[in-house]
């Protein structure tokens, strides 16, 4: 009640040694509970289960200082993992750091960094992106030493279960620890731009649609504007083309996975009639395309290009992709002490700022005088000029 007030009704602790060591996990009940809680030797463990979602494992952390207590809290943590298997949440101060841009100088254990590394790679867990703050915690001298030893670590399964978290860094206030706020359902969604699917070549009518859609007013003879014109009416007419042409894939798998599960099901009532089974094994043909297609969407925008084909399942490359996303992800926009964190705010204060950047044109007061110069103008004009096939074939090596 002293520490977080009424509206935590639940909580489990571990005690704190002197000034460290100590940790509090509380929980509002009519949001979530937590069961099963156990207090380790540095963290405690239990079990989520939120009102609305899929229950999943939190362990929170405070590590120790020497060592071979250090050693001891990574082994201690593996056991635990092995007895709360599925979606898994490992969040706090774990008092080691992973690489050397973990600190900001070059005093490091790069033995201990190493068993942190294998701790992460053994239990098959995955850093969270920090927005806000490079390093989470420091000494306070004139001189100070910064590391980040505060860090959430995150299960493949949790982190599906999770696709808008978004993990940021508060303000340090009277602490030398850097508190982390971790947001489960974060509105990720920025305005759609226009993805350009490399599968659209491979499809019938291609060309004639990029044909049809490369077209621009002939009035404007501006040729930054009629490019930029071309390319977005061409970028409209392709998402348009895209969509009649293959539909939403999800959509489709959903669909043709019901229509064969009846199937399944009717054949076992009775013997299906010529058209049922042309048509499931129709339906069983097109899942697999719509998969394998699915996953050549998922590898394009994942950008890896490390793996070879049939390496990795699509989970892989959404979840690079949605790592990515979140890395990207600005949360808030400081201007004029003002902090901005509306979508549509950020837009204006990015907009504003590039426009005056980059100014508008004016006319010259002055320019140079180049037959005075002795310099002869050369024309051109012919730089406007669209290259035809026969000139770009007639220079190729």
């Known amino acids: 009640m002293q520490c977080l007030g009424p509206a935590y009704d639940g909580f489990a602790y571990l005690p704190a040694i002197e000034t460290r060591g100590g ?63 599925g979606p898994w949440l490992v969040i706090g101060d774990f008092n080691m750091i992973m690489q050397a841009s973990d600190k900001s100088n070059t005093n490091l254990d790069r033995r201990m960094m190493h068993r942190f590394r294998q701790f ?94 490369w077209q621009c007013d002939p009035e404007i003879t501006d040729p930054f504007k009629r490019i930029d014109l071309l390319l977005r009416n061409t970028a409209r007419f392709l998402t348009a083309w895209g969509q009649k042409k293959t539909g939403n894939v999800k959509l489709l798998i959903a669909i043709a996975n019901w229509v064969i599960f009846q199937l399944d099901v009717t054949q076992e009532r009775r013997r299906l009639s010529e058209g049922e089974r042309w048509l499931r094994r129709t339906l069983k043909l097109t899942t697999l395309g719509l998969a394998s297609l699915q996953r050549t969407i998922a590898r394009q925008r994942s950008r890896i290009r490390w793996l070879q084909d049939g390496d990795a399942s699509s989970k892989l490359f ?63 004009e012919d730089q406007t000029v669209i290259f035809i096939e026969e000139e770009v074939v007639g220079n190729m090596p």
């Open 23 to 85: 940790i509090l996990v509380a929980w509002n009940s009519s949001l979530a509970r937590i069961s099963n809680h156990v207090p380790d030797t540095n963290f405690i463990t239990g079990y989520v289960t939120p009102i609305d979602g899929a229950p999943w494992w939190l362990t929170t952390v405070y590590g120790p200082q020497e060592d071979e207590e250090k050693i001891a809290f990574l082994e201690e943590l593996t056991a635990r993992r092995q007895l709360c298997p």
């Open 120 to 213: 992460v790679d053994g239990t098959g867990l995955k850093e969270l992106f920090l927005h806000g703050r490079k390093f989470t915690w420091s000494n306070e001298r004139e001189a100070p030493t910064l590391t980040k030893i505060g860090r959430a670590l995150v299960s493949v399964d949790w982190e599906m279960e999770h696709p808008d978290c978004l993990l940021h860094a508060l303000s340090t206030a009277s602490s030398d620890h850097c508190p982390l706020h971790l947001a489960l359902h974060e509105h990720l969604h920025p305005h759609r731009r226009f993805r350009f699917e490399l599968f659209w070549t491979k499809l019938e009518g291609f060309e004639d649609a990029v044909r049809e859609a």
């Open 318 to 380: 959404y979840l690079v992709a949605n790592g990515r996303k979140v890395k990207n992800f600005i949360p808030a926009i400081s201007h004029e002490g003002n902090l901005i964190t509306d979508q549509i705010g950020k837009e204006r204060i990015f907009y504003d700022s590039y426009k005056e950047l980059l100014g508008t044109t004016t006319a010259r007061e002055h320019t140079l005088d180049l037959e005075f110069l002795g310099i002869t103008p050369s024309n051109l």
